[in-house]
């Protein structure tokens, strides 16, 4: 009978070797397989415990069927799976204890929308693999193993990896969100997750000058049908930042005279424990000073002139802090940076945009246009900011088109000269 043999630093999935019955050649052989296992109490006799396993060719397979044999034993003990709360050491589960989590979310603090996508990462990739653990039980090989492992082994349905290492690292942060959360209120003691390395940010593969075409496209739409949306957006092929945007003041923008012109220098962000709140700064720590043309100006204005209209609605009642901000809702609240991608994604959608353009691609679309259109460096840089990640698209896309012209000069010139 082959021994398991668990390897360091796995916890509950270690591999140990099978041996079965090789139905083309007739012959026994011995493979390694992984095998996931929790012991789980009984929820009524604590004299009575049992090991559930599930075995795979992969840690992501055997921890699925873990989950599908924990499911069945549930079943037949004729109790719910979220009742599981009592396993072996007793207290809560950690699947028990981040439905908590989310069902408690401040409605004020974050959207639904959020709300329900936090419940998503935790449902699909969470829970499946550590859900039946006790909160108080879990440690850091786990958490290592989920996102060194599990997760990056989640396979599409063609194969493909199912979660880049982006989406990774959202469901690190929102598990983290909610670790902190359990600190504070005494559930655990410490957050074992602040010892994994979280995933690294990798930069998405955009083509910038293609989305630029579908951009300049959808404002163009925008004018026409929806001039609201129009204006709530066109800052963001000015180069501003999402949050400076949201964040932008009436009283940082000159009208009137021969130079119209705004002045960049506080964002709109969300501070955990405070909620929405004006910075006094930018990303940076500089401010920016930028001279305003149709149609950024006219749009501008057109805001001013909304705003009017708002303030003699019964329900618009800004609080003091954001009162003067240009972007406010018919309540008077601030858009958050949530409400703001979800607007900017329910546009997409609204006209079927195939080539889904993230909102802070505008900035990179911005970037490269400017370039196209003869914008020189000192000006790119006081726009966008001077160590911005935006200038690399600009400084892309001038070389691109410098590189381009002077190597047809060159290779005109070089065939002068050949026979």
Do not use: C
């Amino acid at each position: 009978m082959p021994q398991s043999r668990r390897l360091k630093g796995t916890g509950g999935l270690w591999q140990r070797t099978q041996t079965r019955l090789n139905p083309r050649t007739g012959e026994q052989e011995t493979i390694n397989v992984w095998q996931a296992a929790k012991e789980v109490a009984h929820p009524t006799d604590a004299t009575k415990r049992k090991w559930v396993t599930g075995t795979g060719s992969t840690p992501t397979e055997a921890s699925k069927k873990l989950a599908h044999n924990l499911e069945r034993h549930y079943q037949r003990l004729a109790i719910p799976q979220s009742a599981s709360a009592i396993i072996r050491h007793g207290g809560q589960t950690l699947q028990s204890y981040l439905e908590e989590w989310v069902r408690e979310l401040d409605p004020n603090r974050v959207s639904p929308q959020l709300q329900r996508k936090y419940a998503q990462y935790l449902r699909n990739h969470v829970i499946p693999h550590l859900g039946g653990i006790a909160i108080k039980d879990m440690t850091y090989t786990q958490l290592k193993n989920l996102f060194d492992a599990t997760l990056p082994e989640k396979k599409k349905p063609n194969g493909d990896q199912l979660l880049g290492t982006n989406a990774r690292l959202n469901i690190y942060k929102v598990l983290n969100q909610a670790l902190k959360v359990a600190v504070k209120k005494g559930t655990i003691d410490r957050n074992p997750l602040e010892l994994v390395t979280p995933p690294r940010y990798k930069q998405p593969e955009e083509n910038i000058p293609q989305l630029m075409h579908v951009a300049r496209w959808l404002f163009e739409t925008l004018e026409e049908d929806d001039l609201e949306a129009y204006d709530h957006f066109l800052l963001g092929v000015m180069g501003l930042r999402r949050g400076e945007r949201l964040g932008l003041s009436f009283s940082d923008i000159t009208f009137t005279g021969q130079t119209p012109k705004m002045t960049i220098r506080q964002q709109l962000s969300w501070i955990t424990g405070e909620g929405l709140v004006v910075k006094p700064t930018t990303k940076t720590g500089k401010l920016r000073t930028v001279f305003l043309t149709d149609p950024w100006l006219a749009s501008l204005k057109r805001m001013k002139d909304r705003r009017r209209e708002q303030k003699k609605l019964p329900s618009f009642k800004p609080a003091p802090q954001f009162a003067d901000l240009v972007f406010l809702k018919d309540s008077g609240k601030p858009w958050s940076l949530n409400d703001d991608n979800d607007y900017w994604n329910t546009l997409q959608d609204r006209y079927n945009v195939k080539d889904n353009i993230r909102g802070h691609a505008l900035r990179h679309i911005a970037a490269t246009s400017m370039a196209d259109n003869g914008v020189e460096v000192e000006v790119a840089m006081e726009i966008l900011g001077h160590q911005s990640e935006a200038m690399q698209f600009y400084y892309r896309r001038t070389t691109a088109r410098k590189q381009s012209s002077q190597v047809t000069a060159y290779g005109q010139g070089w065939s002068r000269k050949t026979p």
